[in-house]
């Protein structure tokens, strides 16, 4: 199958004429022809006929990289093969919730923490999100009740899987925000830099720019804090203006120049 890596220019870039210039820093897409029916591959919608996709990195060898992955799941997809899926906070819910209907198994209250706490009672030993992504649901309640220590604490445990296929960088963007909560913007950074310099298909690669640049304006160094503040915003360009982190972001980039 033919796919091509391609650059979407911004407006006021100098090569915006020449789509495939190696190294001029705007963002880097896929382009393919799919004939068969519409269907999706790893949460993203596989359209008959033309399908832009973004590569998810600004750097031509990690595209290319990103590329070879994608032509062998979408090959795989053809030939009607098991297709790799990304590992997420609600795939693995969602897989623990159809492992309770097939079991029998009657409906569970009182929120994301209890549903973390029964799923790692229920499900067998060696099932992958049980050490890392319903560890995910517990530090994401206990950050959003301004407890970054005991969110720390659940990261911590889970370091030796940071870019494991179950976490995907998603421990580190954790551990992340609860420093950041904690003002600790060095050690925030040190985290964020780790899924920023990773491969851009880690879990939150996007948004650990954002996190960046909030430890660098916790730091006070504000040329830092401006620069992955732009990285962020150009990453989110295509996204909707009332989207809550975005209309953030905007307005923290603002106030900081």
């Known amino acids: 199958m033919e796919i091509t890596i391609y650059r979407r220019h911004s407006a006021d870039c100098k090569h915006k004429d020449d789509r495939y210039h190696p190294r001029c820093g705007c963002s880097l897409w896929f382009q393919f022809n799919w004939t068969q029916p519409e269907t999706t591959l790893d949460g993203n919608k596989l359209r008959r006929g033309q399908n832009k996709w973004s590569a998810e990195t600004r750097i031509w060898s990690e595209a290319q990289t990103n590329l070879k992955r994608l032509r062998a799941d979408l090959e795989a997809l053809l030939e009607g093969k098991p297709v ?18 097939k079991n029998g198994l009657t409906s569970t209250k009182g929120g994301a923490e209890s549903l973390a706490a029964e799923a790692s009672k229920e499900l067998p030993l060696d099932f992958p999100t049980n050490k890392v992504t319903l560890d995910a649901v517990r530090a994401n309640v206990l950050l959003n009740r301004k407890n970054p220590a005991g969110a720390l604490g659940e990261r911590h445990s889970v370091i030796p899987y940071d870019f494991a296929d179950a976490s995907k960088g998603e421990t580190i963007y954790y551990r992340g ?11 925030a950074a040190a985290e964020f830099q780790k899924l920023v310099r990773g491969p851009a298909d880690m879990v939150h690669w996007s948004l650990a720019h954002l996190g960046l640049a909030r430890a660098y304006t916790m730091m006070g160094d504000k040329d830092k804090s401006l620069a992955a503040y732009r990285e962020f915003l150009e990453l989110w360009k295509n996204a909707g203006p009332d989207v809550p982190v975005l209309k953030q972001a905007k307005a923290e980039y603002a106030k900081l120049q």
């Open 84 to 101: 790799r899926q990304s590992v997420t906070v609600k795939a693995a819910v969602n897989k623990w919730l159809e492992f309770r209907r």
């Open 177 to 187: 925000e609860a420093l950041l909560q904690m003002h600790s913007g060095k050690e």
